[in-house]
């Protein structure tokens, strides 16, 4: 069992940066790679990025790709999501989930996820 927790949404302007973390709690949490996810106002919930937990190797989706960074601290139990050169198409609820996959496909898919986090908003204003 794991239990994922988002914060560090807000509200910023067109080029600012947000931290959101991640916090799990669970023995599990080690043992599972963390996926970013955010849903868009009236659109679907689509991949951001994720870290596997086996060899720490992480993947973007094209859209965040060199703008956001994702890492994870162990020994916190923590994932964060770094976003730099925030633009307005970012706004969205942005969720953290957890799954045993480690593969970049599998990664990218948010049906193989077992455990999610009640999602933090992210507003930017143009």
């Known amino acids: 069992q794991v239990q994922l927790v988002e914060s560090g949404g807000g509200l910023v302007q067109a080029g600012d940066s947000l931290r959101l973390s991640c916090a799990g709690s669970?023995?599990?949490?080690?043992?599972?790679?963390i996926g970013w996810f955010r849903q868009a106002p009236g659109k679907g919930r689509e991949f951001v990025a994720a870290v596997s937990w086996t060899d720490g190797n992480t993947y973007y989706a094209d859209s965040v790709k060199g703008r956001f960074t994702i890492s994870r601290d162990n020994a916190k139990n923590t994932v964060y999501l770094q976003m730099n050169s925030l633009q307005p198409e970012d706004t969205a609820v942005y969720y953290c989930?957890?799954?045993?996959?480690?593969?970049?496909?599998?990664?990218?898919?948010?049906?193989?996820?077992?455990?999610w986090g009640q999602g933090t908003q992210v507003t930017v204003s143009s």
């Open positions: 989930a957890a799954t045993p996959q480690t593969s970049s496909v599998q990664l990218a898919l948010q049906w193989l996820y077992n455990y």
């Open positions: 669970g023995r599990a949490f080690s043992r599972n790679s």
